[in-house]
């Protein structure tokens, strides 16, 4: 009986598509508010941690990056460093920097680093083409 439950698992687990995060619970002063997944403008890891900003606010939740970002819609989240992990509605501009590198303007006004190993997912991502993404040297 107990192989029949574990197959019957597995396989509705492999059939079924894993639905994305939509809500995060946070505790604000001894309650539990739920935030919206869509309202998170980013996440910034923080040890064991992850500080969700939302607005002018931001909450710490006991989460690493690796066990968020899978559960995260990749339509609206995608990571642009190592220790961020950005919603893709709120990219305003991306300011080259160095050594490959970019700087992430926010519809806020939050600047993020946009590390060069993310750089190229971004650009895909956001559709920017190869002759836009380096412009020609004279």
Same mark, same amino acid.
């Given at each position: 009986m107990r192989a029949l439950i574990a197959d019957y698992v597995a396989t509705t687990q492999q059939t079924s598509p894993r639905q994305p995060l939509?809500?995060?619970a946070v505790k604000v002063d001894g309650v539990l508010k739920i935030v919206r997944? %869509?309202?998170v403008d980013w996440r910034e890891t923080d040890g064991n941690y992850i500080r969700l900003h939302v607005g002018g606010t931001s909450h710490l939740i006991r989460m690493t990056a690796a066990s968020i970002e899978p559960q995260l819609d990749p339509r609206s989240f995608i990571r642009i460093h190592r220790r961020y992990i950005v919603n893709v509605d709120r990219i305003v501009e991306v300011q080259p920097w160095f050594a490959g590198? %970019?700087?992430?303007?926010?519809?806020n006004g939050a600047k993020l680093r946009l590390s060069r190993t993310y750089r190229e997912r971004l650009h895909n991502r956001i559709g920017v083409r190869a002759e836009v993404a380096e412009p020609a040297v004279p």
């Open positions: 939509d809500r995060v997944t %869509a309202d590198d %970019a700087i992430i303007v926010l519809r």
